[in-house]
């Protein structure tokens, strides 16, 4: 199956309505909140989805699919060193890989008061791309109130691996 059911719009606009606008993005807060299965603090980017959103509510049967190909994605970022800060407004906070600082900015979104809306994108890498077989992030804050202040959105975007 691969990324091909994540970069399709479906996909997208399910997972967009848990994390934008902000109202969507506190409801799934209350509700990974009162769940018992996840631990906000400690959240980890993808432990957060099938919580969010069941299974038999994803696009094409990709739920069944997501565990296989988000830690592939794990994987890939783990071994990609990290130097980029976490935030223009936290330039001392640098994690120390590409996994860690994807778990981070979620972490941010999910426990700033308010929470920090979420806008995700996932594509899939040229053949023709400097490492196009394997994954990649693209993290973008946007700021309302200059960038010394806590971000008001993250974009995120997941670059799959090219697979013919």
């Not at 990709?62 to 990290?82: F, P």
Request: hydrophobic content about 35%.
């Amino acid at each position: 199956m691969g990324a091909r059911v994540y970069n399709e719009e479906p996909f997208k606009d399910l997972m967009n309505d848990n994390y934008f606008p902000l109202e969507n993005m506190k409801r799934s807060v209350d509700i990974l909140k009162a769940s018992p299965d996840i631990h906000l603090p400690t959240l980890e980017y993808g432990q957060y989805h099938l919580i969010l959103t069941p299974a038999d509510k994803w696009p094409d049967g990709s739920a069944a699919y997501w565990h296989k190909e988000k830690g592939r994605a794990r994987v890939d970022l783990t071994t990609q060193l990290n130097t980029v800060p976490l935030s223009k407004d936290e330039p001392g906070v640098i994690p120390l890989t590409r996994c860690a600082l994807l778990d981070a900015c979620v972490r941010k979104c999910f426990n700033s008061e308010p929470p920090i809306p979420m806008k995700t994108n996932i594509i899939t890498h040229a053949a023709s791309d400097a490492y196009a077989d394997r994954h990649e992030i693209r993290l973008e804050w946007e700021y309302d109130n200059g960038e010394d202040q806590p971000p008001t959105l993250l974009r995120l975007t997941m670059v799959c691996p090219y697979r013919p």
